[in-house]
């Protein structure tokens, strides 16, 4: 009987815990949402994740060239041009500027491929410069 009750008040106690650490984290989406929401920062994230609940559902492996990629803060010369680190914002293909949409649905040396490289990690893709050279080592 005493066993009974011990892990009852065990079961109990452990529901609880999981009740609010799921409450919690809702608390926490809800409030990361309308944070999302209300920001005017991150236009070019938000074309990538709209929403809280979109984020978590992919299984992100966030290094240095997914976050340039998907903020289009980093090593693309749109971002570097505007903080005056390049003299140009132009992309070496010289068809438009270099912003993380160029690159994604424009650009003619940037094949999917090679962004998909990019944003896996390997080989490192200097877009600020030319990627040409990499372009012809296929
Ligand atoms: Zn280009």
Redesign the pocket.
């Known amino acids: 009987m005493k066993h009974d009750r011990n892990y009852i008040q065990k079961e109990v106690k452990q529901q609880t815990k999981k009740c609010y650490k799921k409450e919690a984290r809702e608390e926490s989406i809800r409030n990361w949402q309308s944070q999302w929401e209300e920001t005017t920062k991150g236009a070019i994230t938000k074309e990538f994740f709209p929403s809280v609940e979109r984020r978590l559902a992919v299984n992100l492996h966030l290094n240095t060239n997914v976050t340039t990629i998907m903020s289009g803060q980093g090593n693309i010369r749109s971002y570097l041009h505007r903080l005056k680190i390049t003299d140009s914002p132009e992309?070496?293909?010289?068809?438009?500027i270099?912003t993380t949409e160029?690159?994604i649905f424009?650009?003619?040396?940037?094949t999917l491929r090679l962004l998909m490289s990019y944003i896996y990690g390997a080989p490192i893709l200097d877009v600020s410069r030319s990627?040409t050279t990499t372009q012809h080592s296929r």
């Open positions: 992309c070496p293909c010289k068809q438009d270099q160029h690159l424009q650009c003619e040396k940037l990627h």
